[in-house]
């Protein structure tokens, strides 16, 4: 039996959102922009998702936009939003334990001449709003900064951030990463002062190869992609629709269960922590998870990548704080100001709604096993 526990990284396709993608490919597979009858209908399917997902991000349907996936959504904000204000400025404010997807774009526009203000964490992975106001000049022309962050659950005051903003600059744009905090915390951009939401359908039981891009009403972007004028000449490209109308199944699945889920989910971290701390009294938790689908916890002598294997053999799946496509060091724990030992004997475990105590159990049998290796 698998354990899976690396649901920040990528989920379990929802049943629901599986016969979704299959009903579009076998049997609504018209192109949304035929004038024929199975256009017609595609194009029905398009609009009906985009009504459903405009209402998870809390906005309208024309504030809407599909998308490739979490890191487009985040690109086409973050670029856009850049390039639309720098008559205005070049100075950008964003956080330094931010998802690959924004720090990499924030480079690209420092290269481009732009000036990035990266505000570090606390020692429990928070950031102050106070210390992101104090970063914003009147040259700012975009804020961006995630919601929850990927690695240590911490939520970010979005809230606090976005008054800030438009107080001391009101034509700057404000951008939220909430990949990670799509139906684990209500998505209220207009409450938040927020021009551009990203997500992604990968994290919440849709497909790979799906997201979706809130845009206020009164923002207008230049197209980041462009060609036949799809997504009302945003986002060119013919809609793929098995990947919409799953993403959609998912939302709809997962908004009607929320509370429900995050209580489960809340359960089985609260078991996961007292068992941790009963088993293992050196164990040092990692930023304070606000959050409770994220926990990331260390167990110094243990490296990262060997314990990985350890559970693997187990058929137990968590991440390794410490871990990248090339091995890196997590910049999130780093910029926390952990020591490398801390770092590097890093685990992330992220749960999903279908989730047991039994794999909880099954974690924790492949964390006593590797200790007793690694700690000998």
Not at 107 to 136: C, K, W
Not at 324 to 344: F, Q
Request: hydrophobic content about 40%; glycine content about 8%; aromatic content about 6%.
């Amino acid at each position: 039996m698998i354990h899976y526990l690396d649901n920040a990284a990528t989920s379990r396709v929802l049943p629901a959102a599986a016969e979704a993608a299959v009903h579009m490919m076998r049997e609504e597979f018209g192109n949304p922009s035929s004038l024929h009858k199975m256009g017609i209908e595609a194009a029905r399917v398009l609009k009906d998702s985009r009504e459903a997902v405009a209402a998870v991000l809390g906005g309208t349907p024309a504030e809407t936009y599909f998308t490739s996936g979490g890191t487009e959504s985040i690109n086409t904000a973050i670029f856009g939003a850049a390039r639309k204000n720098r008559h205005a400025g070049r100075h950008i404010v964003t956080t330094a334990i931010e998802h690959a997807a924004t720090l990499n774009a924030c480079r690209r526009l420092e290269s481009e001449g732009f000036e990035v203000t990266y505000v570090q964490p606390t020692a429990d992975g928070h950031i102050l709003a106070e210390n992101m106001e104090n970063a914003m000049r009147e040259d700012t022309i975009l804020v961006s900064c995630m919601l929850v962050n990927n690695e240590v659950g911490t939520v970010l005051p979005v809230a606090e951030i976005g008054r800030a903003l438009k107080r001391k600059n009101p034509s700057a744009l404000f951008h939220v990463d909430a990949v990670q905090g799509l139906f684990r915390l209500p998505l209220t951009p207009k409450k938040w002062n927020c021009d551009l939401l990203s997500v992604s359908g990968h994290k919440i039981g849709a497909p790979k190869g799906i997201g979706a891009l809130y845009m206020k009403r009164d923002v207008r972007l230049a197209p980041y992609i462009v060609g036949g004028g799809q997504e009302s000449g945003f986002r060119s490209g013919t809609e793929p629709m098995p990947q919409i109308a799953a993403f959609t199944a998912a939302c709809r699945e997962r908004a009607a269960q929320m509370d429900e889920d995050v209580a489960h989910v809340a359960m089985l971290k609260d078991y996961l922590t007292e068992q941790v701390n009963a088993k293992f009294d050196f164990v040092q938790w990692n930023g304070q998870g606000d959050v409770p689908h994220v926990v990331n916890l260390s167990l110094p002598g243990c490296k990262s990548e060997v314990m990985l294997r350890v559970l693997e053999s187990k058929n137990v799946f968590v991440s390794a704080g410490s871990a990248c496509s090339k091995g890196k060091e997590s910049p999130v724990l780093r910029a926390m100001g952990l020591d490398k030992k801390r770092i590097d004997s890093a685990l992330r475990i992220s749960f999903a709604p279908f989730n047991t105590k039994e794999d909880v159990d099954a974690l924790l049998e492949g964390l006593e096993a590797g200790v007793r290796m690694l700690r000998r």
